[in-house]
Structures are given as C-alpha cells and as structure tokens.
C-alpha cells in the first residue's frame, strides 16, 4: 500500500479487513504525515487557505465586488478549489480525526474568523444555498460543530420530487442531482453524530429515491442520460455529482442494493482497466493545493480505492426477500460491509482472460503504486 495515510486507512477498513486498531494508527497519520499535513500546514492564521481573486470573477464590477469584502469574507468560497470550504471538505475527506489537536485548532480559526462573501454569516452558521448548506453540514457534523439550524431549514427545502436544487429560489421545480448529492451526504454525516432525528432520516430516504428512480443518471421522463459528465468518475468532486459518488453515498449510507443500480454497476464495472485500477476522468478545473493523481486517464488511487468498495458494497450486501425496491431504502449500520475474497474475472495485461482471486494481497496491489 505505497500511498498516502488519507488512502491507505480507508483501504485497510474497506478493503482488507484491517483491525480497528491497526485503522485507528493509520488514520492518525493523516494528521502529521502527506495530504493531511500538508494541507493542514497551507493554513492562515486568519482561518483561511487561498484569498486570491477567483478566476471566475472576471468582469471590473465582479473584481470589485471581491475587493470591497472584509478580509473575513475573502476566500470562504472563492477560489475553487483552494478556499476555506474546499480546502476543509478535503481534510474531512482524507479523514483528518476531528478530535486530534490539528483539527481542533484549525476548525477554531475557522469558526473564530472566517464569514461567507454572500452576506457575512459566520462559516458554520451556513450560507443560502442547498448545495453549499449540505457541505455546510457535512463538515460541521464531523467537525463537532452544532449545524441544526441549517438542518431544518434544508428540511424545508425539500422538493416534491424528494431532491434539492440551488436554482429553486429562481423559480425551479425540479430537483438537480448536484445539489441534491451534496444534500444528502451532510444529512448523513448529521444522522451519524446526532443519532438519526427520524425526520432527517425520512427526508434523506426520499433524496434516495430521487436518486433511484432515475437509475442514478437517467432522466425520468425520458430515459436519457442526464449529463453524459454523471459517467465520468472525477475525484475530488466537490460539488460535483456522478455516478461514482452516488453509489459511494449509497454504500456509506447502508442501503441496501436493488435492482435499480445495476445500470450503474455495470458502469463502474466497464471502467476497470486490465491491471484492476479505475482512471482519473473529467478533472474539475480550478486551482489545486497539491496534485493527488497522475492526471486525466492515469489510474487513480482514489477512484479504485472508492469503486472496489462500491463494488463489494453491491455484490455482498444481503438483498431483501420481496423483490421491490422499498426495502433498499431502508436505514442500516453504518458499519463497512464485511470483506471475504471472492473470485472475479479480469483481463490479463496480454489480453487472456486470467482467474484472479482477490485476497489481501491484490488489493493492497492495486491501490498501491
């Protein structure tokens, strides 16, 4: 496993039945050691990352716009994706423990310091949007801090289709997959630090079946794909919807698969390449801290280490008796599926069909150099 303590933690818990200890010693070198540091180290003392003028601001009444902002206000969101929000996701991301020291002093700087350009409000306390809210959630429920406010009110914007859309104040009516993802996953990340208030799990279960009932990219009415970037696997995806990130969310989630992510599976499953890794696709373009992959169409350590899981996720997840597909909505453990090896079928690098069995050792192979 020659990779970053961000990956390889999350590979010894979903992926090689590690024990809980040996995950535990491995996360709290996400702290001190590569991505985690590093990141950690790029760190204001005013709580911020990058205040550069985003890249998307490009009119004279825009640039002005951003250097009229109090210091507190620069940099919040602006520029992807080297801002305090962006920067934060990824700490969460790579699995920064929230009680270690590093995180505690940089979630004070934030919370001390650090307001959103819209309109001032303290980071934690949210901004306007459901998309931003959502990530809003996600950190301040894994970071400790109380967002129970900007919980009820993405409760209340909820649309009749059981998704979110940020274009919902101009007048949408229609859930948007980006938004709604990025809903669902702070919802999440709240349940598990609050124990589950019943009407965040029963709005989360209906942003499942938004999901589901569109075969994770397919419009309803039609059965076109959406967005043929929904089928590009990108990472990090920052508000970024795709086929990957669903499923992902579905499998941290506890749901249990049914018969209309097959699509989808089938998707990842074409993805693979010989040597069993999964490709960087559709990088989000935008300003970086440091690069974590080898670029566009090289293997990704992040997006294999996220497919083998989604992978096992589908495969050894017990279905439900009756064959339709409420029962795969239903809330379970968040623990990680059990790992046994099993056998799949992969092409040899000459193009022969080879018998492989994944044990301990292949996956460590794959999701190492």
Not at 87 to 106: H, I, K, T, V, W
Not at 130 to 140: D, E, Q, S
Not at 315 to 337: D, F, I, N, V
Request: net charge negative.
């Amino acid at each position: 496993m020659d990779s970053d303590p961000a990956i390889r933690w999350k590979v010894m818990r979903d992926l090689i039945d590690a024990s809980d200890d040996e995950v535990a010693a491995e996360r709290a070198r996400v702290a001190t050691e590569g991505w985690g540091a590093g990141l950690l180290a790029l760190q204001r003392q005013d709580g911020h990352w990058d205040k550069s003028i985003s890249a998307r601001l490009t009119s004279a009444e825009a640039i002005s716009w951003w250097r009229s902002l109090p210091p507190a206000r620069q940099g919040t969101l602006f520029p992807e994706w080297t801002s305090t929000a962006w920067s934060l996701m990824l700490l969460r991301a790579f699995g920064l423990d929230p009680a270690c020291l590093q995180a505690r002093e940089a979630v004070r700087r934030i919370r001390d310091q650090v307001a959103w350009e819209h309109d001032g409000e303290p980071f934690f306390a949210g901004e306007v949007e459901p998309c931003i809210n959502g990530k809003v959630v996600a950190l301040g429920a894994y970071f400790g801090r109380d967002t129970h406010g900007i919980v009820h009110r993405l409760l209340g914007e909820q649309m009749s289709d059981g998704g979110w859309n940020c274009e919902q104040e101009n007048g949408s009516t229609r859930g948007s997959f980006h938004s709604t993802i990025d809903v669902l996953d702070g919802l999440l990340e709240y349940e598990r630090a609050t124990g589950g208030p019943a009407e965040v799990s029963a709005a989360r279960l209906r942003g499942h079946e938004y999901l589901l009932e569109r075969r994770m990219f397919r419009r309803l009415s039609t059965g076109e794909v959406i967005d043929p970037a929904f089928t590009q696997f990108s990472y990090p995806t920052y508000w970024h919807y795709d086929v990957l990130r669903g499923l992902d969310y579905l499998r941290a989630a506890g749901a249990v698969p049914d018969e209309r992510v097959a699509e989808a599976i089938d998707l990842v499953e074409s993805k693979r390449d010989a040597n069993g890794r999964w490709p960087l696709e559709n990088p989000h373009p935008g300003r970086l801290h440091f690069a974590m992959d080898e670029g566009e169409g090289r293997p990704s350590r992040w997006n294999t280490l996220r497919a083998m899981r989604v992978l096992r996720w589908y495969h050894q997840t017990p279905r439900s008796a009756s064959s339709g597909p409420s029962p795969g909505l239903t809330r379970s453990s968040y623990a990680e599926p059990p790992v046994s090896a099993r056998d799949l079928d992969r092409p040899a690098d000459d193009g022969r069909q080879v018998r492989v069995t994944e044990t301990r050792a292949h996956r460590e192979h794959v999701l190492s150099s």
